[in-house]
């Protein structure tokens, strides 16, 4: 199993930024796919999961009505649209999802939001 994130960056408060996540070594459309962040001195938190194929989602309060996440089972990919971005929400952002009895985790990608 292997998740690859893409899609941080620097971005000013207000803004907006998609992250991707590439999955392989599974058959993604079975399965539930999930985004994490962790900010520096912190826990790390769930921020929206969605379930598999036709599933439904469900997002951490602070992030309601701000994030989006969805799937492309065609491209083995889960995307997360942020919007409205606040300070707070900076943080490394990771991909996850549980199969055959493990957890498994993307590098993860850096999310900046600061003017």
């Known amino acids: 199993v292997q998740l690859v994130e893409s899609g941080g960056g620097l971005v000013q408060p207000g803004g907006s930024l998609r992250l991707s996540c590439a999955a392989s070594g599974f058959t993604f459309s079975r399965y539930a796919m999930r985004w994490y962040r962790q900010a520096p001195g912190k826990e790390r938190e769930m921020v929206a999961a969605?379930?598999?194929?036709?599933?439904?989602?469900n997002y951490a309060d602070s992030v309601k009505g701000r994030f989006t996440i969805s799937r492309d089972n065609a491209k083995n990919t889960v995307y997360l649209q942020m919007n409205s971005l606040k300070p707070e929400d900076t943080a490394v952002y990771y991909c996850?999802?549980?199969?055959?009895?493990?957890?498994?985790w993307g590098q993860g990608t850096q999310v900046t939001v600061s003017s």
């Open positions: 969605m379930r598999s194929a036709g599933g439904g989602t």
């Open positions: 996850n999802t549980w199969y055959g009895g493990n957890d498994y």
